[in-house]
């Protein structure tokens, strides 16, 4: 019989990529997300990419009977737990929100798991929980920090688990440290779709090229770089989705608990980013250079070779294909999906 995944946040950006992967690999899954940033529409959209209809439950992990109710319904073998708030800025101004939602959340969840005797859970980390003073290509055994309230609850995240694992040796753990995805999926159904203006690089980009805003700003020009704009390492969203499902594989399969970079190895920098970005949409878009962004480093990269040693993860996919994947995206997917749809 397959396994049975649930996915927690998984009509979001990266949760609805790794759900395609994980019916392709033939598991179970069951989606819960409430609608805060996806669209109801994205669970028909999965449904066409994948031919198989989408079991979503409209819930908040907030809600602890809503989860336990879901956990009656279902005998999971693991969970995916994406839910979360993501915005770093939104962050600083609402704390509390961030902690409730990121921590209370996977609390909750991991509550709900124990009740039904679920062993495996993997945790949507970020590279933004290394201590911003260590240089890349950043390593899982450097230093940790956090800069701001998001990163505190991501690190926080981190060690609840360690110490829910330390409680109970049977929970196997798979914390993945997400560099920075981009991309979409190659039918060019799902995407990257927030319900705000977006303030992370690619989704602006994409959306100068679809002609909704009228250029980039780019946060300053004048870091230690070669071009002196911020270097960061983007990987695709179909390798980050592979990576989960290699993940979760590894968890069922009793393997240890890991903890990964997911990342390419690689750095590019906004101009470069933009570039690949005009060749992929042909033309060239326009950008203003704007004062550095607080909080922004120079330059941010993986070293990849644990995720490779331990899960056999490697991306594959380079910056042109998430160029030409997110503006296929745009051009088709992204405007069939009504606001409310
Ligand atoms: P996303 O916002 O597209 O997806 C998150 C999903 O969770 C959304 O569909 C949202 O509606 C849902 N959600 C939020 N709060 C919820 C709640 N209380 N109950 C149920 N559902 C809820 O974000 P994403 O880019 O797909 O990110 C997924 C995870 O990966 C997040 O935890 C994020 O912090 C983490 N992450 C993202 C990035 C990135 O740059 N995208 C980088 C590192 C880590
Ligand atoms: N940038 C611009 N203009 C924009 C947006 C971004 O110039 O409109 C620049 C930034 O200054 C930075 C680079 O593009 O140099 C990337 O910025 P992003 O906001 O896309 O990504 P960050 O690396 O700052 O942060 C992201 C997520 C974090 C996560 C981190 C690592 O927002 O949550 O990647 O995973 F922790």
Redesign the pocket.
Known sequence: MAFKILLTGGLGYIGSHTYVDLIAAGFDVVIIDNLCNSKRGVSDRLEQVTGVPTDFVEADVLDKAALAQVFTDHNFDAVIHFAGL???GESVEKPLQYFQVNVVGMVNVLQAMQVAGVKSIVFSS???VYDPIQPSPLNEGMPTGYANP??YT?LTCEQILQQACHADPDLKTGIL?????AGAHASGLIGEDPNDI?????P??SRVASGDYPF?????ND?DTPDG????DYIHVADLAAGHVKSVQALLSREASHLVNLGTGKGYS?LE?LNAYSTACGRALPYEI?P??AG??AT?FAEVGRAKQLLGFSATRGLDEMCSSSWHWINTGAKLVSPDG
């Open positions: 993501k915005a770093v970020s590279a933004t998001y990163g991501k440290r997400y560099f920075n995805p977006p303030n992370n690089l690619m602006y980009i980039l700003r780019i946060w300053g870091y704009t911020g270097i960061r906004v980013m704007m550095r962004r922004d480093l941010t």
